[in-house]
């Protein structure tokens, strides 16, 4: 049987599952790993309209 985690651990789990639930997400923060980039520098990397980079760029910060 396992302990449950410890609160904290388990809201950065829960964040962190979040940040990284989508791959424009993924993708986006393998591009911004590498460089500063706006939402639409990604969107253009991506191929991805700006509306949903835009979306996916709040959700990693509201995660952060």
């Known amino acids: ?5 410890k609160s904290e651990e388990a809201s950065l789990d829960r ?3 979040k940040a990284l639930g989508h791959p424009v997400r993924i993708r986006a923060l393998e591009v911004l790993n590498a460089r500063v980039a ?6 253009k ?9 835009a ?6 910060e509201a995660n952060d």
């Open 1 to 5: 049987m396992e302990l449950p985690a």
């Open 15 to 17: 964040r962190l599952i």
């Open 38 to 43: 706006s939402p639409s520098e990604l969107a």
């Open 45 to 53: 990397e991506l191929g991805e309209p700006l509306g949903n980079v």
């Open 55 to 60: 979306y996916h760029v709040k959700v990693l």
